[in-house]
C-alpha cells in the first residue's frame, strides 16, 4: 500500500524522532521518513564518538578536506536527494572505500538504505537501477577515468522522481533521496560541456 506522507526532517529511533533542522530529539505524530527503529538515539558527546570509524574515513585525507566528507557524509541521511558525487581518490592500499564501505554495511543492515555496486554494472544492468528505491547512499566501486554513458550518470543525480522496472515487476514512480559516493584511483575526466553543472 501506499505510504502517507512522510516528514522528511524526521529519523525514528526507539526513544523518540531526532529532528535534522531543530537538531533535538522531538516527539510527533508525523511518520519519520527513515527510521532505526531498533536503536536507540545518542547524544553527539564525546564518549558516543565512533573513533575507529572517524580515523579509518580521514586519517590518510588533508585536514582541509574534512568538512566536504563530513557534508557528503551528513547528506547521506537527509532524506533528501543530493545532486553532487562525492569521490574519494588515490593509491592502491591506502583504504579510501574502506570508511564508505562500512557506511554501506551499517545502513544496510539496519533498514536497506544503501548499496555498493561497480559504476559499470550500474550503467549496464536496468533492473540494478530499479534497487536505488528507497536507499540513501549508493557507493561507486571503482570509478573510471573517463565517464561514459554521461546522461545515466545524471539522471541519477538530478532527478528527483524516478521510474524504473525491476525484474519481473511493474515500473514504479518513486522519490530519488540518494548521495552519491564513489571511490578510485583516479578522479574521472568531466566533459567539458558538462564541467558547468557538475561544478
Do not use: C
Not at 152 to 164: A, H, N, P, S, V
Request: glycine share 6%; proline share 5%.
Amino acid at each position: 500500500p501506499d505510504l502517507p506522507t512522510t516528514n522528511k526532517d524526521e529519523i525514528a529511533f526507539k526513544d523518540g524522532k531526532w529532528n535534522t533542522v531543530e537538531r533535538k530529539i522531538v516527539h510527533t505524530e508525523d511518520l519519520a521518513d527513515m527510521g532505526f527503529s531498533g536503536y536507540r538515539y545518542l547524544e553527539p558527546v564525546k564518549e558516543n564518538e565512533p573513533t575507529k570509524f572517524i580515523q579509518v574515513m580521514f586519517s590518510n585525507v588533508d585536514e582541509l578536506e574534512h568538512p566536504r566528507i563530513k557534508v557528503g557524509l551528513r547528506s547521506a541521511f537527509s532524506n533528501y536527494l543530493d545532486p553532487k558525487i562525492s569521490t574519494v581518490h588515490g593509491l592502491s592500499g591506502v583504504g579510501k572505500s574502506a570508511g564508505l564501505e562500512i557506511m554501506v554495511k551499517i545502513l544496510k543492515k539496519f533498514e536497506d538504505y544503501a548499496m555498493s555496486v561497480e559504476l559499470n554494472q550500474l550503467l549496464s544492468d536496468p533492473f540494478i537501477k530499479a534497487k536505488i528505491r528507497n536507499k540513501r547512499l549508493l557507493v561507486l566501486q571503482d570509478l573510471p577515468d573517463n565517464f561514459k554513458d554521461f546522461e545515466k550518470i545524471k539522471t541519477l543525480t538530478g532527478e528527483g522522481l524516478k521510474t524504473e522496472r525491476g525484474f519481473h515487476q511493474d515500473m514504479v514512480e518513486f522519490e530519488n533521496k540518494l548521495k552519491i559516493w564513489g571511490s578510485g584511483n583516479y578522479l574521472a575526466e568531466i566533459p567539458e560541456k558538462e564541467k558547468n553543472s557538475m561544478y
